[in-house]
């Protein structure tokens, strides 16, 4: 849970330095390279824009499991115990960003 922060606050640092949805709407960007790099653009800015949401919900989820709220009892499984810290999630990020349905992504991003 942790590591899936700090990838999303990482991935937000870096392609926000570069990369803004405004500019896609400036005369200049009409006339500035191809359409593939155009469409690349407005995706990574789009992306970048996306992870300014993931980095406060990834934050939540890891402060309700600090502080014992998302704990969700124990699993057997394999003859091992498995500790579930599922209860509180705040959103699903690789659902919604790895969905093939856009009902199935509504509900990562509403999860």
Known sequence: MIGLF???????AS???GYFVLDVG?????????????TFYYFIAVTANRMMYYVPWKFANASSIACGLGYNGIQSKDGQK???????????????????????????WNH
């Open 26 to 38: 400036e005369p200049e960007f009409a006339h500035a390279g191809s359409l593939a790099y155009k």
């Open 82 to 108: 498995v500790y579930k810290w599922d209860r509180i999630e705040c959103a699903d990020s690789f659902g919604c960003e790895l969905g093939t349905a856009v009902p199935k992504m509504w509900h990562d």
């Open 15 to 17: 392609m926000k330095l």
């Open 6 to 12: 700090h990838l999303c606050l990482n991935l937000f």
